[in-house]
């Protein structure tokens, strides 16, 4: 299985501080949305605000994945690294930020399939 690789620059261990580099595609999601509001141009200002959070939550359910993205990264750096330390391996373990981006990611993608769910039936 070929790997790709990282878009995010890992410069500590808060996965709050993710740098996406410069050579780094555009969010796949990004105009996405557009689309959708362009095709349906002749609806009410309530698809459109529906459409404004959809747009907010695609937004955020990447920023979660990339934080997640950024600690499996700062996890595999460690590993990779001559003679890992002890302290930076306990730091990784005992850091609770992914598990909590992981509850916020699952709370984002409820809303997500909720706001899909309120496009498709107003189409």
């Known amino acids: 299985m070929s790997r790709l690789p990282a878009v995010a620059l890992v410069e500590s261990l808060d996965p709050d501080a993710v740098e996406v580099s410069p050579e780094a595609p555009a969010a796949p999601g990004a105009g996405a949305v557009d689309a959708l509001r362009r095709r349906l141009s002749g609806s ?14 695609l937004r955020e359910a990447r920023a979660a994945l990339s934080a997640v993205a950024a600690y499996v990264a700062n996890v595999e750096a460690a590993l990779s690294d001559g003679e890992p330390s002890q302290q930076r391996l306990l730091s990784l373990a005992l850091g609770g930020a992914p598990a909590e981006r992981l509850d916020y990611l699952s709370g984002v993608l409820g809303s997500v399939r909720r706001r899909l769910a309120q496009v498709a039936a107003r189409m």
């Open 44 to 57: 009410t200002a309530r698809e459109h605000v529906v459409l404004d959070f959809l747009e907010d939550d």
